[in-house]
């Protein structure tokens, strides 16, 4: 059955997703804490907005939204792992997923340019702020992400149409 191959497929990026997350949050705390590693790996937290006086608030609230994200789309994977293909619960969490990977895309943009302007002129009397391409990509990404869950949307739709038919 090629849906029971779907279904270990999406079993398996959930385990990765986990893992993935557990990775994150833990090198983020070892970072956050102070915690050093000895030997080869360095670990240390820094803020992108940190240039212009931002706090590691920003990346705080950062990991705090991509750990949501990265929830609604376990949640997805779990769903999807029990059979469930283009089922409300599927797309629903497909949708808040990309919802939450476009919050956390916003903080990158924004927070830098709210510290720019909170903390006010440099010694040369004038605003800088840095716009990274990273940004607007993952920006880029979490709409079309919408698209996909919208696409999702649509096939749910066609699914049911055709259950009713048989």
């Known amino acids: 059955m090629q849906s ?25 705390l070892a970072a956050r804490l102070g915690l050093g590693l ?16 931002a706090p590691m ?14 929830y609604q789309l376990n ?13 409300a619960r599927v797309v629903g969490s497909f949708r808040s997923f990309a919802f939450w990977l476009l919050m956390v895309s916003f903080v990158w943009v924004i927070a830098p340019i709210l510290a720019v302007l909170l903390v006010g002129p440099d010694d040369s009397h004038r605003l800088e702020f840095k716009l990274q391409l990273r940004d607007i990509l ?17 096939a749910r739709i066609i699914d049911e149409e055709m259950r009713e038919i048989v």
């Open 38 to 53: 000895s030997g080869a790996v360095e670990v240390r937290a820094h803020s992108s907005a940190g240039d212009v006086g």
């Open 138 to 154: 993952t920006i880029g990404i979490a709409l079309i992400l919408f698209l996909v869950a919208r696409l999702l949307e649509r």
């Open 4 to 28: 029971w191959g779907i279904g270990r497929t999406a079993n398996s990026l959930r385990w990765a997703v986990w893992i993935f997350w557990l990775c994150v949050v833990a090198a983020y």
């Open 57 to 70: 608030i920003v990346a705080d609230i950062s990991i705090l939204l991509l750990s949501v994200a990265l």
């Open 75 to 87: 949640r997805m994977l779990g769903a999807i792992a029990e059979g469930d293909l283009f089922s």
